[in-house]
C-alpha cells in the first residue's frame, strides 16, 4: 500500500515562499499523476496543481497560476510543491494525493479521482 508523507509547511509573511515536498513509500508513484490539494476551515478540499507521469503535462488552479510549481523527481519518488508570493488566502492545510490509475495522462481536479492521500502539512500566511 503505498503512503505518501507531506513536509515543508510553516508559517510565513505575506509575498515569501515555502516548498512542500510529499515523499511515497511502498510502491512507486512513477507511473501515476499526481495532484496537490488544499483545505482551509470550514471550507471544502479544493485542486491546487498536477502533474502526470510523463511530466510534460502540468495544470494549475487559476488562484495560484503564476505563483505555484509543482514538479516530481521519480527517481526520488517525491513530488514538489513551490509556492512563491504567498498570500493569506493561501493559508490552508495542503495534501498530496495521487491517482492509482497508471500512464493516464488526465490530471483530475476533483479530489474523488485520487486514491492515495497523504496526512497533510499546514501552510499559515500572515498578513
Known amino acids: 500500500q503505498v503512503q505518501l508523507v507531506e513536509s515543508g509547511g510553516g508559517l510565513v509573511q505575506s509575498g515569501g515562499s515555502l516548498r512542500l515536498s510529499c515523499s511515497a513509500s511502498?510502491?512507486?508513484?512513477?507511473?501515476?499523476?499526481m495532484g496537490w490539494f488544499r483545505q482551509a476551515p470550514g471550507k471544502e478540499r479544493e485542486f491546487v496543481a498536477g502533474i502526470d507521469w510523463t511530466t510534460p503535462k502540468i495544470f494549475y488552479a487559476d488562484s495560484v497560476k503564476g505563483r505555484f510549481t509543482i514538479s516530481r523527481n521519480n527517481a526520488e519518488n517525491t513530488v514538489f510543491l513551490q509556492m512563491n508570493s504567498l498570500k493569506p488566502e493561501d493559508t490552508a492545510l495542503y495534501f498530496c494525493?495521487?491517482?492509482?490509475?497508471?500512464?493516464?495522462?488526465?490530471?483530475?481536479?476533483?479530489?474523488?479521482?485520487?486514491?492515495?492521500w497523504g496526512q497533510g502539512t499546514q501552510v499559515t500566511v500572515s498578513s
Open positions: 494525493a495521487g491517482d492509482a490509475r497508471p500512464f493516464v495522462i488526465i490530471i483530475h481536479t476533483k479530489s474523488r479521482e485520487y486514491d492515495y
Open positions: 511502498g510502491g512507486t508513484m512513477n507511473r501515476f499523476t
